[in-house]
């Protein structure tokens, strides 16, 4: 099955830097990517999602790039905000989300400084 | 719009009983999954259903099962609990069925086995 590697696994920025986190999956067939926010006590919330057939994908401070070739991922948060502090995950789909589900990373915890 | 809403919130449960955890997905949303979380993980996926059919399964033992009714809501089942189930247990709705449709992830319920 589908395995997906996230590194690092704490990342700490100062506050209006940027941050970037990386993933690489092993499935070939894999084609969603979707990136999610889990703060303390919550539920994940999807942030960003892009699919095989874009390279990079962008929604104000947050931006995703996808390379297929290479079988690897990364987001990319730009002026961090104390706000933005949280464990993030990315995650890949093979078949359609469905039959397999989403794979998920182990986690980055984000932490930003003042 | 109410999102995804999980219940019981926490649940404390002793080794070798039964617990049923319920979800109700965003209105309109026709497929739910369910995933595992122990602390310090990703989610890891156990099953999903759309149209009250059962679609995916992940590797989990036969202790774990699930339905869903007529409403699009579900429940999760799992017999003779184990020490290792202890994990927050996450609901997730979508749409459809497939990685067309994204995932909206639930509060979650807190199973604590003793």
């Known amino acids: 099955g589908e395995n997906v590697e996230q590194h690092p696994s704490t990342l700490s920025v100062q506050e209006g830097d940027s941050a970037v986190i990386k993933c690489t999956y092993s499935?070939?067939?894999?084609?969603?990517f979707p990136w999610y926010k889990q703060e303390l006590g919550k539920g994940p919330q999807l942030i960003i999602d892009?699919?095989?057939?874009?390279g990079e994908k962008k929604d104000q401070r947050i931006a995703v790039t996808l390379n297929k070739t290479a079988k690897h991922f990364s987001l990319h948060i730009t002026e961090t905000q104390p706000e933005d502090s949280a464990v993030y995950f990315c995650?890949?789909?093979?078949?359609?989300?469905?039959?397999?589900?989403?794979?998920f990373g182990k986690g980055t915890h984000l932490i930003i400084q003042p | 719009d109410a999102g995804v809403t999980q219940s019981p919130t926490h649940l404390i449960k002793t080794r070798g009983q039964q617990v049923t955890l319920r979800c109700s997905p965003i209105?309109?949303?026709?497929?739910v999954s369910w995933y595992q979380q122990v602390l310090g993980q990703g989610p890891q996926f156990i099953f999903q259903?759309?149209?009250?059919?059962?679609?995916g399964r992940g590797n989990f033992p036969d202790r774990f099962s699930a339905r869903q009714f007529p409403n699009y809501s579900s429940e999760l089942n799992v017999n003779a609990l184990l020490l290792g189930d202890s994990a927050l247990y996450l609901c997730?709705?979508?749409f459809g069925f497939g990685n067309a449709y994204e995932q909206y992830f639930g509060p979650g319920t807190r199973l604590t086995v003793t």
């Open positions: 995650a890949a789909s093979v078949s359609g989300g469905g039959a397999d589900g989403l794979t």
């Open positions: 209105s309109g949303h026709k497929s």
């Open positions: 259903y759309y149209e009250k059919e059962e679609r």
């Open positions: 499935d070939s067939a894999s084609n969603y």
């Open positions: 997730a709705s979508s």
């Open positions: 892009i699919r095989s057939n874009v």
